[in-house]
């Protein structure tokens, strides 16, 4: 605890601390910054934390946060239900809405498998997958993990899980990078670019 | 503003957006941190918050932060009311304080002399250091600006401004640092320390 602080200052800088990547030098600038701030500042920023506690609910359909029992993505009509594209978290999807480029729906898993954090696939919202892809009869599954160790072991399961639900399954096309150097990319990177390459 | 994102979660992230030296990416994070933890914690963290608003008071003596008009070292009988420290922000007294090295008060000036910022003298609790040596009959002001050219800028006014006063006006020793290397130490601070050479 830092007790050259008054009571509130020290409090709110631990909470501060808490946050994932933040010591406690940073969360002094936080709450030193804040202290300056105007009352209805100050007011807005505490109700927006205590609102995600009524208001933050898990999408019934694709386990995303919503403020409604359903997310706006699953109660959109245009969407194409059949295609479900399934991400390790939120702000994958948020990544994947800014192309504009998707039109199907998500389903959001909650993580990757990583053992050594003990997470196995009945701490992912894997059997929801597998009991919404039979009740909407889907075509496709994208699965958009990220290209590492626990997202590649994570799409390999589910590979395995999905195949008997003779459902075509699809993963994110890998290769270079827009804007990257051939001389600088990694051998991997440029196997997947050659092994993947199109006709234009 | 984040448009993939429920409202509460976009407004939280952009609260977030605003800390210093926080982009959207570690708002992001941040958030989907807090949303993950329990009510209680919320709570407290929202409310954490908005005591910022009643409970911070500035102390009436020294001008640092406190949750009464007077903070507890202004209070505190054991320390020497005629020996001022003067610093630039709250975080300088708390690492002054953590030495247990120093027994007189502090003066907060609230920032260092910034032209460029439009910091001038009168943006600063200078007029209010004037009127607390006076009736104090201080006999020690210490200067513990950082050495770098703001805080040098800040400690000559105040020299200056302070001398009519008789009041003996002392700095922070400046020179090699615990755990340094003189080999790196560059030339200013070399010639600081040998400036300030001591016996032993």
């Excluded at 205590?50 to 699953?74: A, F, G, M, P």
């Excluded at 597998?130 to 590979?159: F, H, M, Q, V």
């Excluded at 096309?173 to 600088?184: I, K, Q």
């Amino acid at each position: 605890m830092r007790q050259h602080y008054s009571e509130s200052i020290s409090k709110l800088i631990s909470y501060f601390s808490d946050l994932p990547g933040i010591g406690p030098k940073t969360a002094e600038k936080f709450v030193f910054y804040l202290v300056k701030q105007n009352k209805e500042y100050l007011q807005g920023f505490s109700q927006t934390i205590s609102d995600l506690i009524d208001r933050i609910k898990i999408c019934s359909i694709c386990h995303n946060y919503s403020e409604k029992s359903t997310c706006s993505i699953c109660d959109n009509s245009k969407r194409n239900k059949t295609v479900i594209c399934v991400v390790a978290r939120p702000q994958d999807i948020a990544a994947l809405e800014k192309t504009h480029e998707y039109q199907g729906v998500y389903h959001m898993l909650g993580g990757v498998l990583n053992p050594l954090e003990e997470v196995t696939p009945d701490k992912l919202n894997i059997t929801q997958l597998l009991e919404r892809i039979k009740k909407d009869k889907s075509k496709e599954i994208i699965l958009a993990l990220n290209p590492d160790i626990e997202g590649e072991t994570t799409s390999l399961y589910l590979k395995k899980t999905l195949q008997p639900l003779n459902v075509k399954i699809t993963r994110l096309a890998r290769g270079l990078p827009m804007g990257s150097d051939l001389e600088y990319a990694d051998e991997v990177t440029l196997t997947n670019a050659l092994k993947g390459r199109r006709e234009i």
